[in-house]
């Protein structure tokens, strides 16, 4: 678990652990991804001047996932231009939920601006936003949900975690594997039987309408499951997926 990114590393983050600490107990809207991806942004814009790597702890991982818009091709209504969102969303399902990720970024970007000035001196407002809005769509896209005791110990909190080298799997609803947590280790298990070339899968969430339609498995993954037709394709020729 010393390799996972967690919501525990961004609170006790000496340089902006009590900013995200605040966001947490004011229960900041989507506070949950917002210390996650801010965290990991400002982790991967020192990790850029800095000569030593190893004083960021995740930086093996962090070099490995895709900040920017078709990297491993990576998609995401985060990265669209208002134009074309209004353009190829507007009047889809997809279009009010795509709207409040993006506003959720950014307020993440405003927020994260004031939090990295001042410890990342030369990063400009474009960088911060592009690195910001690529950190939304590695936490979304990628990290994992489990249950952890909440503060008080009484009830129980649901914490999002990226989790390196499981968060390659590829999604099925019939996946091969299954994820088991413990305080000091994930366990990845088997189903059942699996030969050696047989490529491993995890169910990102149940495909159902009412767990998660496939225009939100779109504004929240990046991807239709399923679909082989690019979605842009899709938006254009009014699929019923959308429309």
């Given amino acids: 678990r010393d390799y996972c990114v ?30 996650l991806s801010g965290f990991i942004a400002k982790e991967f814009l020192l990790s850029k001047r800095i000569k030593d790597k190893t004083t960021i702890k995740h930086w093996p ?18 990265f669209w231009s208002s134009e074309k969102v209004e353009r190829l969303l507007g ?7 795509a709207l409040m ?25 474009d960088e911060i936003e592009e690195v910001v809005k690529g950190a939304f769509v590695i936490c979304l896209s990628r990290s994992f949900a ?8 009484a009830t129980v909190d649901i914490e999002n975690a990226l989790l ?17 947590s413990y305080d000091d280790y994930i366990l990845l298990k088997a189903r059942g039987d ?24 779109f504004t929240r993954y ?12 899709l938006l254009e020729d009014k699929s019923t997926l959308f429309f």
């Fill in 194 to 217: 699996i030969s050696a070339d047989e490529e491993l899968f995890h169910c990102y969430q149940e495909e159902r309408d009412d767990v998660i339609p496939k225009h939100k498995f």
């Fill in 61 to 78: 991982y962090l070099q490995s996932v895709p900040w920017v818009q078709n990297r491993l091709g990576q998609e995401h209504v985060i």
């Fill in 222 to 233: 990046g991807f239709i499951p399923g679909v082989q037709t690019p979605v842009e394709e």
């Fill in 101 to 125: 990720i993006r506003k959720t970024v950014d307020s993440a970007i405003r927020l994260m601006k004031d939090v990295i000035h001042p410890i990342v001196e030369d990063a400009d407002d």
């Fill in 146 to 153: 489990e249950e952890v005791e909440s503060d008080d110990g």
């Fill in 164 to 180: 390196p080298l499981l968060d390659v799997l590829q999604h099925s609803n019939n996946p091969n594997t299954s994820l088991e």
């Fill in 6 to 35: 967690t919501q525990d590393d961004a609170l006790s983050d000496i340089s902006c652990g009590e900013i995200f600490q605040m966001a947490k107990i004011k229960r900041v809207p989507s506070y949950q991804m917002l210390v």
């Fill in 91 to 97: 009047e889809s399902l997809a279009y009010n939920d």
